[in-house]
DNA sequence: GAGCACTGC
């Protein structure tokens, strides 16, 4: 197929502004510190050194310095550190910087000790959920993810052992960070001291810088807010762009791939997809069609990488290649920041993402397939300039590329807003709808929250936060749902087993899935339950404890994922804590599923759909058509009645996590929300 | 009758 290569200069230079990559958030880090230079001598050498000054003057004369890095200028280890050492940690104060992955937090603090030669713990620490490695007394520069800082506001709501907060990675607008936006400009009017530091991509400095800027004059010398922009160390990366639009673009991207392969020197080729689908079928395909290479030829090997891979498979792709052989790594949007491999040359983007959105007036999520934004396509082309000069073919046109949007809409316009409205309110912050958002959600979604919090309970009449059951939600780190769940099941005698049922539904892929699924359903048939979902990985969860005796060996002879299992035993304890901090009898039913299902309902009454004649079936509450997730164990059985947790629209709207009720549970548990409702309910 | 982007507390 022909690519185009506009114009004669290369456009990668201006590639990956925003991609911050110095923080290097991979599965496994190989770390070259490189010559014989000393730690500091390197320090010096850094891009940003050059700015050092100048950066700390802005940060001492502005509220809010606003910082555009380019990819391994070195600001999210050097920043902190410049500050630590200008002063800003003296009188117990603290240095933040925060990030949107637990992974980064810990690499970058690691590395950051290592070059202030300190233990890592004590002056640099980090702290992410489930793990803290900081001191109170000692440590002046602290590493954290953006949720975790969010949840200091409960316990501070002024941050006041913080002198300046960096909010890394910025441009990404993850959930947190958007929260945190809000906030700590919030805080700024009562703690004018307070210094913000922002590193944000280019494509929405400004936005940032008028979101702080509280200026209203024409004099610009009264800004309290300053934008500064930094070189970075990225090679540059050429673009090529297809000529005409393609049909098909997965089949697009393996004649690519064979394409670079044959004519292009050696160097790993990083291929972008939606889904794990797209992704299986491609690496097939690839084997398929590397049988008919010449024997001369070079030999060519792709690798799968999405989430709900097992690890050793993920880790996989990080293994050096046998010599005279190319990889190709065929990725989901895993590859555009969470994971990076080095040794990549040329990038293969399709050009879509698969995107989770809510919809308010349904209360369901859709999955669907989105164009990428300007910012992920430079994102995903800037994979390709890491180590040398790199390739990035884009599946679409030029035209195409301009018509993308600059940048993805940010999550909190696209979820459920039904913990962000808690969490604000336990914060003090009564008039939701009025909160100072950067970007603030539709009206609907918060409305839609606020419905689902009164129905709870959780909200009084005036909107208020109810005590102690709204604060408790607010605080407990689950879906409002579940902690209504948790917090209700001392009345029927279960918390032992909702602790479990609630830490399994918030893992993903706990099932792992191979492409011939026969002996994977001959094995899930064993921890089947015929109530449905939930009691059925109550059953996996406790076979884990017991019999699996929390093995990884255990887990992959039974095709569990250990990684989400041992993710679930840690859910379990914190949640686990919670509980004992609100006083809730932690006792266990037995095997009574009554029990536990009828608390199910107690949390998910809003959530009961009926069986149709025809085998789907429709929502009690909006009577919507919706249908039984493949992945359920109740797909292939009857269940008139059911709960669901949560519905994901993809070709159809599939309830996902059911378990079977009777329809009387309903009223008998739900009373307020169900009694104008009870002509849909049969008599009984 | 047939399918599950990615984070985070």
Redesign the pocket.
């Known amino acids: 197929m022909a690519f185009w290569k506009p114009g004669t200069v290369a456009p990668g230079i201006s590639v990956d502004r925003e991609a911050e990559k110095e923080t290097s958030e991979s599965l496994v880090t190989f770390v070259n510190y490189g010559s014989n230079l000393s730690i500091q001598q390197q320090r010096k050498r850094l891009p940003i050194f050059k700015s050092r000054d100048q950066i700390l003057y802005l940060v001492e004369r502005y509220q809010t310095t606003i910082i555009v890095g380019q990819t391994g200028c070195g600001k999210s280890t050097q920043l902190p550190q410049y500050l630590h050492e200008a002063g800003w940690t003296a009188g117990d104060r603290v240095v933040a910087c925060t990030?949107?992955?637990?992974?980064?937090?810990i690499t970058v603090a690691d590395r950051v000790a290592s070059e202030m030669n300190v233990k890592l713990g004590e002056e640099v620490g980090y702290?992410?959920?489930?793990?803290e490695c900081y001191d109170p007394n000692l440590t002046r520069i602290k590493y954290?993810?953006?949720?975790?800082l969010?949840?200091e506001t409960f316990l501070d709501p002024l941050l006041t052992q913080y002198s300046v907060i960096m909010i890394d990675e910025a441009h990404e607008r993850?959930?947190?960070t958007d929260l945190l936006l809000g906030i700590l400009k919030k805080i700024q009017k009562k703690r004018p001291e307070l210094r913000l530091i922002i590193s944000s991509a280019t494509l929405d400095a400004e936005a940032f810088y008028e979101f702080y800027n509280t200026n209203t004059t024409n004099d610009s010398s009264k800004d309290n807010v300053s934008i500064i922009s930094l070189e970075g160390r990225m090679f540059p990366v050429d673009i090529h762009y297809l000529e005409e639009s393609c049909q098909d673009y997965v089949e697009t991207t393996i004649q690519t791939a064979f394409d670079i392969h044959v004519k292009e020197p050696p160097g790993d080729i990083l291929i972008f997809l939606?889904?794990?689908?797209e992704i299986d079928n491609t690496v097939g395909e690839i084997l398929q069609r590397a049988t008919t290479l010449p024997r001369s030829a070079m030999r060519i090997k792709p690798l799968p990488?999405?989430?709900?891979?097992p690890s050793e498979q993920q880790l996989e792709i990080f293994e050096q290649t046998p010599h005279n052989t190319r990889k190709v790594i065929v990725?989901?949007?895993?590859a555009e920041a969470?994971?990076t491999v080095e040794g990549i040359v040329y990038v293969i983007d399709c050009g879509f993402?698969?995107?989770?959105a809510y919809n308010p007036k349904t209360g369901m999520?859709s999955?669907t397939v989105v164009e990428i934004s300007k910012a992920s396509a430079q994102q995903r082309a800037g994979r390709a300039g890491r180590v040398m000069p790199g390739k990035a073919y884009r599946l679409y046109t030029e035209d195409s590329f301009y018509r993308l949007r600059d940048t993805s809409i940010p999550?909190i316009q696209r979820s459920n807003l039904a913990?962000v409205v808690l969490h604000l309110k336990a914060l003090g912050i009564d008039n939701v709808l009025r909160f100072d958002f950067m970007t603030p959600p539709p009206a609907e979604l918060m409305i839609r929250a606020l419905e689902l919090l009164y129905s709870l309970n959780a909200l009084d009449d005036y909107g208020r936060l109810t005590m102690p059951l709204g604060m408790q939600l607010a605080e407990?780190?689950?879906?409002p749902m579940l902690g209504k769940i948790l917090l209700d099941s001392y009345k029927f005698q279960c918390a032992e087993e909702m602790l479990s049922i609630a830490a399994m539904i918030?893992v993903?892929?706990v099932?792992v899935?191979p492409s011939p699924?026969t002996e994977f359903?001959d094995e899930k048939r064993k921890f089947a339950a015929e109530e449905g979902d939930h009691i059925t990985l109550l059953n996996v969860f406790n076979a884990f404890v017991t019999r699996g005796k929390k093995s990884a060996r255990w887990c992959h002879q039974h095709y569990l994922n250990f990684r989400a299992l041992s993710r679930a035993l840690s859910?379990r304890e914190?949640l686990k804590k919670y509980l004992e901090r609100f006083e809730v009898p932690i006792e266990s039913c037995g095997n009574d599923t009554v029990k536990i299902r009828k608390c199910l309902v107690s949390g998910y009454f809003a959530h009961a759909s009926k069986m149709q004649p025809?085998?789907s079936f429709r929502s009690i509450r909006d009577n919507v058509e919706l249908?039984?997730?493949?992945?359920s164990i109740l797909?292939?059985r009857n269940a008139p009645w059911v709960i669901f947790h949560e519905v994901?629209?993809?070709?159809?709207a599939?309830m996902r996590e059911l378990t079977v009720i009777d329809p009387a549970w309903l009223t008998e548990l739900a009373p307020h929300f169900y009694e104008i409702k009870k002509t849909s309910l049969p008599a009984h």
């Open positions: 990030q949107p992955r637990r992974v980064a937090a702290k992410i959920r489930f793990e954290m993810t953006d949720g975790m969010f949840r993850s959930l947190y939606t889904g794990r689908d990488i999405y989430a709900g891979l990725a989901t949007n895993i969470s994971i993402v698969k995107l989770r999520e999955l999550e913990q407990f780190p689950v879906d918030s993903q892929n099932f899935i699924s359903e859910i914190h025809d085998g249908h039984v997730h493949p992945s797909f292939t994901v629209s993809t070709t159809k599939f």
